[in-house]
């Protein structure tokens, strides 16, 4: 039903928001550079996950597009804080 597949949705969009700031600590807590990297470019990964969960949920009409428009906005602009950690 409709309804279980939203709240799978949210628990899905949950679980990926959550693992970015994750990421980027478990990173920060390596003393190897190349490990650090990899856990940046995970968060990286969590974050194009998370856009890839609002954009679905705007196609499967659970949201709007303009309800979704700042939360993608915000992810592009950690997508770019992100690149800066990478480097």
């Known amino acids: 039903n409709s309804s279980s597949r939203k709240r799978f ?3 899905q969009l ?3 928001a959550a693992s970015v700031p994750a ?3 478990a990173g920060n807590a390596r003393f190897a550079p190349r490990e ?3 856990h940046v470019g995970a968060a990286a990964g969590a974050v194009a996950e998370v856009e890839t969960l609002l954009l679905l949920a705007v196609r499967l009409e659970y949201v709007t597009a303009d309800a979704v428009a ?3 906005a ?3 602009e ?3 804080m992100l690149r800066g950690l990478g480097r």
């Open 74 to 76: 915000q992810a592009q």
């Open 36 to 38: 650090y990297a990899h």
């Open 9 to 11: 949705s949210e628990a």
């Open 23 to 25: 990421q980027v600590a």
């Open 14 to 16: 949950r679980r990926a």
């Open 78 to 80: 950690i997508t770019r």
């Open 70 to 72: 700042p939360s993608l």
